[in-house]
C-alpha cells in the first residue's frame, strides 16, 4: 500500500532550473510534483492462469465486465479469447514465437489490448493504476530512476536473458524489487495504466518535433519497458504510447484495488 503524499513524478532536474542528469525524451519532462491519495497496487503482473480464470469465467461473452469502448472492440474483433490462444482437447495453447506450447498459469499475461486488460479488471473486482500511480510505485518516495535504486543492475538484463523470453514466473528477479514491494516492473512487459498519453504541465518540444505531439490524445500511456526493449530506455520515467486495440506489443498489465466508497 502506498500512503498518500505529494510525490514526484517526470524526469528530475540535476537542479532547480538545471539540465536533467539522465538522458530523457520531451515526453518525460518537466518533472513535476502532485498529491495522490493512498492506493494498494499489486506485487506482480498478471499471469496467464490469473487471466485464464477470467476467460473461463466467460470474461468475453459478458458484456457488463467491459466498458462501451471494450465492447465495441470486442463485437469488432470477435475475439473470444487473448490473441495466440487456441483451444486443444480442452487445454489451452499459447504461441511463444514460433512455438505453440501449453498455458505456463504462473508466466506473465502478455498481447493483451487495453479493453482486455481493463474488463480483467473489472472482472476481478479491481481497476488499473495510472500512469502517475504506476511511477509512483515503481519510484519509491525518493523519485528512483530503476525500481532497485539509481544504477542500471542487472534486473532488466537477467529478465531478458530468460530463455523464452517473456516466460519467468510473475513472482521471478526479487533483485529488481521496488521500494514499494512490486517486482518486474522493467524487463518483462509493457504495462497498461488508465491514463492518456498527454504532455506534462509545461512541455516542450524537443530536437525529435514529432516524437511526442503526433501522439498526444488518442493513444493510452504504457510504462516499465518488455524484454524486448533496449536497456538503455529501462528506466521508471519512461513512457510509451499505444493504441487502446493493440495486441502485437509485448504488453501486460498489473492491477490496483478499488477505493474504498
Wanted: charged content about 20%.
Amino acid at each position: 500500500e502506498t500512503r498518500a503524499g505529494r510525490f514526484c513524478n517526470g524526469d528530475p532536474p540535476l537542479e532547480p532550473g538545471g539540465k536533467s542528469i539522465n538522458f530523457s525524451f520531451d515526453n518525460e519532462r518537466p518533472a513535476f510534483e502532485m498529491e495522490i491519495d493512498t492506493f494498494s497496487i499489486s506485487k506482480t503482473l498478471v499471469s496467464l492462469g490469473e487471466f485464464a480464470d477470467f476467460v473461463g469465467d466467460g470474461g468475453y461473452a459478458t458484456p457488463g465486465w467491459w466498458s462501451f469502448g471494450g465492447n465495441y472492440w470486442r463485437r469488432q474483433t470477435g475475439r473470444e479469447a487473448p490473441v495466440y490462444w487456441e483451444k486443444r482437447d480442452g487445454e489451452w495453447i499459447v504461441r511463444r514465437f514460433d512455438q505453440a506450447v501449453p498455458l505456463d498459469p504462473d508466466a506473465p499475461m502478455l498481447h493483451l489490448s487495453f479493453w482486455e486488460a481493463e474488463a480483467f479488471s473489472q472482472w476481478a473486482g479491481r481497476r488499473l493504476p495510472t500512469e502517475f500511480e504506476w511511477e509512483i510505485a515503481a519510484r519509491g518516495p525518493k523519485a528512483l530512476k530503476f525500481p532497485w535504486g539509481n544504477e542500471p543492475g542487472k534486473a532488466p538484463q537477467v529478465a531478458m536473458e530468460c530463455c523464452p523470453p517473456g516466460t519467468a514466473p510473475v513472482t521471478a528477479y526479487p533483485e529488481g524489487i521496488s521500494p514499494f514491494g512490486c517486482l518486474q516492473m522493467i524487463g518483462t512487459a509493457w504495462e497498461w495504466t488508465t491514463s492518456q498519453y498527454l504532455p506534462y504541465p509545461g512541455f516542450c518540444v524537443d530536437m525529435y518535433a514529432y516524437m511526442s505531439t503526433l501522439q498526444f490524445g488518442d493513444h493510452k500511456t504504457t510504462r516499465g519497458g518488455s524484454f524486448a526493449t533496449s536497456v538503455s530506455l529501462a528506466r521508471n520515467t519512461y513512457r510509451q504510447a499505444v493504441f487502446p486495440d493493440r495486441t502485437d506489443m509485448f504488453t501486460g498489465f498489473r492491477t490496483c484495488a478499488r477505493s474504498p466508497k
